[in-house]
């Protein structure tokens, strides 16, 4: 997945409530190991996607170029 030790640091977030009612009860059933766990994986797998996608239509566009 990613390296879980690298250097972390600490900020200050404001999220809608049902986010955070989302995430204790993921912490609840062991899913995340804190909030900040549940906060960190979900950012790191919006982050994937989003780069993954952008491969994709990077991809896309050399193939209508090339194909011209």
Known sequence: MYNMRSRKVKISVSLDASLVSWI??????????????GLEKAIYKLKTETEN????????????????
């Not at 204790?24 to 766990?37: E, G, I, L, P, Y």
């Not at 996608?53 to 011209?68: D, N, P, W, Y």
């Open 53 to 68: 996608i952008e491969k994709l239509e990077k991809t896309a566009t050399a193939q209508r170029i090339f194909s011209k």
């Open 24 to 37: 204790d009860k993921k912490v609840d059933d062991f899913t995340f190991q804190n909030r900040s766990d």
